[in-house]
């Protein structure tokens, strides 16, 4: 595929940039942290390089390097993973053991510093994943809200278990309790909140925790270092980095790994999962692959279909795992659906970051470039083209959207997930077309449907909600809000996020039980009275 002059222009000079949003010095990371330190790191480096290259006056393209960060690898990991069992001592350490009041105070002031350093993190989420600035700053204020509402879920969790029950002669009292120790790995596409979203509820809930960040979005941690350094116990928090396929096996083989948290793919996730040496000890909250489909009727609202299914593939360049990534669309309506998406597509901006009104910008690295044009070359071998003038264009990491019909069996884009700004549409006839779609699909995230009739729409319903976990009713497939469940079937998710099922999947319910006889009644009471216990009592968070 001839690679787009047009494309090239777009790419910035130094010059170009606002003054405002340039990134200014290189950010070289010159500590990790470990067991509550920030120490020296003195070993090889890793570079850094943004997705967005800097045009030269003759024209060519330059890579731009942000910084660099520790190459870390397995002793560094061992260490690590050695602080968080300290911390963690069985369970009798100061973070497992502390007064969940105590927690949430900690996690107050982390949100405190973490708030502080707003524009550095939100810069560094532009530069170094090519987000939008409207939406870098959305992933933040939205990290900040949840953050907030996780605490106030758990201060709220904790005061519905702060009495005693009394069943057929027991005493009983049931607490949430942490799993131990907590790997967790968060995605590119949100560094910050994907990655918050599993990393703070497991953190609040009492566990210690092994972090490593993703390749794409790792110096926007470097900022919230010295935060998570003072704000918490030594060893709660410990910083990995390395080439995962080397790391992070060889950390669960060690067995000291209670919880597994990762948003990725499933095979990785399963290969992982294997490595360690006692599996049922291993909790597992994934978020994994994704192939959402949108079902659109005859009858569906057009416009309202077109809109949002364009907001539904592209949002992000349609790096999202609830993104739709497959339009099933009736065939009566499907050449006019084509012309209007075509048409509404040519209106997105492509372009950088910090220009206003931009949609679609560039990929992290070439190499997602080279595997949507693998997609659509793919698709066109078999029998498929691009409906879109200039889709699939690409010059470097910039790729400009394609939509891809009609796609098929056999294809790459009919099953795999493209991550990526490339629209495959399939046409249908009969309904029991789409739905074996979605019934055969490894994956069983979400799905959308677009139709006016309540009686089509009711009849899809009930089979879907027993392939996928949300059914979203003409609108575009997403997670929020963040009180909703957020989970998957099949091969796209295990354990199940949201503000309060987050807190429940990081822990384990846990309680004491007495007998219902007068000394009983009298030890009890003397702890709670005496406070002699951080489990046993009847406090009340205000």
């Known amino acids: 595929m001839p690679q787009s002059s047009a494309l090239k222009e777009l790419f910035p000079r130094v010059e170009d940039i606002p003054a405002d949003y340039r990134i200014g010095a290189q950010i070289h990371q010159d500590s990790v942290l ?18 967005i290259q ?30 968080a069992v300290k911390a963690y001592d069985s369970g009798r350490g100061a973070w497992p053991t502390m007064k969940v009041a105590d927690r949430i105070a900690c ?19 532009m530069w170094e994943i090519a987000k939008s600035l409207p939406d870098a700053e959305k992933e933040f204020d939205r990290t900040v809200d949840y ?23 027991t005493i009983g009292q049931i607490r949430r ?34 972090f490593k960040p993703p390749r794409f979005g790792v110096l926007l941690f470097e900022p919230l270092l010295e935060a998570f350094r003072s704000a918490f116990p030594a060893g709660v928090i410990n910083m990995v980095y390395g080439k995962g396929s080397e790391v992070v096996p060889h950390l669960l083989e060690s ?35 994704a192939k959402n489909a949108a079902i659109v009727l005859a009858d569906a609202d057009l416009e309202l279909a077109v809109k949002e299914c364009l907001l539904g593939a592209l949002s992000f360049n349609g790096q999202r795992c609830t993104a739709l990534k497959m339009l099933i669309v009736h065939s009566s309506i499907v050449d006019r659906f084509l012309e209007r998406f075509s048409e509404e597509l040519a209106k997105l901006k492509i372009g950088m970051p910090w220009e206003k009104g931009v949609a679609i910008t560039p ?19 078999k029998g498929a083209r691009v409906v879109n003038a200039g889709g699939g264009e690409d010059y470097a990491t910039l790729f400009r959207p394609a939509v891809v019909y009609p796609v098929r069996e056999g294809m790459k884009l009919y099953r795999e997930e493209q991550f990526g700004p490339i629209v495959p549409v399939m046409p249908f006839d009969d309904i029991e077309t789409a739905l074996d779609y979605v019934i055969t699909s490894d994956h069983g995230q979400q799905v959308s449907i677009f139709s006016s009739s309540a009686d089509d729409i009711a009849t899809l319903v009930d089979p879907l909600v027993n392939q996928v976990c949300r059914v979203n009713i ?26 309060t099922d987050a807190l429940r999947s990081f822990s384990i319910r846990s309680m004491i039980a007495a007998k219902q006889t007068e000394p009983s009644k009298k030890l009890l009471d003397e702890i709670t009275r005496s406070h002699k216990s951080k489990f046993i009592h009847t406090d009340y968070i205000f």
């Open 34 to 51: 470990v067991n509550g330190e920030l120490l020296p790191w003195r070993g090889e480096r890793q570079k850094v390089i943004s997705p």
């Open 54 to 83: 800097l045009r030269r006056d003759d024209g060519t393209l330059e890579a731009l390097e942000l910084g660099s960060i520790p190459r870390g690898g397995v002793e560094e990991a061992d260490a690590a993973l050695a602080a």
């Open 107 to 125: 996690m107050q002031d982390f949100t405190r510093q973490m708030v502080a350093k707003r524009s550095e993190i939100v810069r560094l989420i």
């Open 147 to 169: 953050m907030r509402a996780t605490m106030e879920a758990l201060r709220t969790l904790d005061n519905d278990n702060s009495r005693f029950q009394i069943v057929d002669g």
């Open 177 to 210: 309790t942490p799993l131990g120790v907590v790997l967790c790995m968060g995605p590119y596409n949100y560094p910050l909140n994907e990655t918050f979203a599993t990393l703070i509820p497991a953190l609040i809930m009492g566990n210690t925790m092994v």
């Open 255 to 289: 067995g000291h790994v209670n919880a597994l948290t990762l948003i990725g793919s499933s095979k990785v996730a399963d290969h992982l999962k294997k490595m360690h040496p006692k599996t049922n000890r291993l909790r597992a909250i994934l978020g994994l692959d």
């Open 363 to 381: 990929l992290p690295d070439r190499a997602k470039t080279d595997y949507m044009i693998e997609c659509v070359e793919d698709a066109k071998a």
């Open 474 to 499: 003409n609108c575009q497939c997403q997670r929020g809000p963040d009180v909703f469940p957020f989970t998957g079937r099949k091969d796209s998710a295990e354990g199940t996020l949201s503000v």
